[in-house]
Every structure is written in C-alpha cells, then in structure tokens.
C-alpha cells in the first residue's frame, strides 16, 4: 500500500511540472561586471513591486546572469510581472537618495518609469502552462 502511495505521488509530480510555464530572463545593459542582480517575480497587481508582495525573490551573480542568463521553473499558468536590480556593492538593498535610484534596475516588457515604477498592467504578461517565455530586460 505504501509503495503505491509513493509511486502515485511521484507520478502526480512528474506530470505536473510537465504541464507548468517556464520564464527565460536575459538582462541587457548590464555596465558593470561586479555585484548581483536581484530578481523579483510577482502575480498580483495589488503588490507589485512590493517587496512584501512577491511570489518569488532571489539573486545571481552578475557574471552567471551574464553568460546564463536566468531560468524561473514551475510556474502556474497566470500572469506575472517582473523587477530587478544590479546590486552593485552587494549591500542587499536598493539604493537611493532622496528616492532617486543609485542603482540600476529594470521591469519586464521594459516598461516605462515616470515618477515610479510602472503599473503591473504594463509590466505584465502571460505565462501559459507547457509554455517558455523569454524576457529581455534593459537595465536603466
């Protein structure tokens, strides 16, 4: 009987990251070959770009973000947004003065900055399921 549960458990797994989105991120214009670029992918207007609101959160190393570009797996079909940042000194923040950025950032479909960060609206694009959707980001 265990063994059953565990095969059917593997094969309901197996199955269902056949059928999840994947997302392929290139990042252009990135100047500087030092520090990490923090990623943020987020499925709720409500809470874009919140840093409180996002589905999922990570850094990679400029140089791997570079020659690799950024794969983000198992993704439910839905729309997603994203931002990023070049966290140049490494300080795990996005810094800014008098709240004008000091370092680079970025948000899917380049979506346009005026005052703030765009509206999930403009950012926003669909993943279905059993799809790979590539991303190119400019840095700004």
Same mark, same amino acid.
């Given at each position: 009987?265990?063994?059953?549960?565990?095969?059917?458990?593997?094969?309901?797994?197996?199955?269902?990251?056949?059928?999840?989105?994947?997302?392929?991120?290139?990042?252009?214009?990135? #100047?500087?070959?030092?520090?990490?670029?923090?990623?943020?992918?987020?499925?709720?207007?409500?809470?874009?770009?919140?840093? #409180?609101?996002?589905?999922?959160?990570?850094?990679?190393?400029?140089?791997?973000?570079?020659?690799?570009?950024?794969?983000? #797996?198992?993704?439910?079909?839905?729309?997603?947004?994203?931002?990023?940042?070049?966290?140049?000194?490494?300080?795990?923040?996005?810094?800014?003065?008098?709240?004008?950025?000091?370092?680079?950032?970025?948000?899917?479909?380049?979506?346009?900055?005026?005052?703030?960060?765009?509206?999930?609206?403009?950012?926003?694009?669909?993943?279905?399921?059993? #799809?790979?959707?590539?991303?190119?980001?400019?840095?700004?």
């Amino acid at each position: 009987m265990k063994i059953n549960i565990i095969i059917l458990t593997l094969f309901f797994f197996f199955f269902s990251k056949l059928n999840a989105g994947q997302i392929f991120i290139v990042v252009k214009n990135i #100047e500087e070959k030092v520090g990490s670029i923090h990623f943020a992918l987020y499925d709720d207007a409500d809470f874009f770009p919140d840093n #409180e609101g996002k589905k999922i959160g990570f850094k990679k190393d400029v140089k791997e973000v570079i020659e690799q570009g950024v794969l983000i #797996e198992d993704l439910e079909e839905s729309y997603y947004a994203i931002a990023i940042y070049h966290d140049k000194n490494s300080n795990n923040k996005f810094d800014t003065f008098f709240a004008v950025p000091q370092e680079r950032y970025g948000f899917s479909n380049n979506a346009p900055v005026f005052f703030g960060p765009p509206s999930f609206e403009e950012a926003s694009f669909f993943v279905k399921n059993e #799809e790979m959707i590539k991303i190119e980001i400019s840095l700004r």
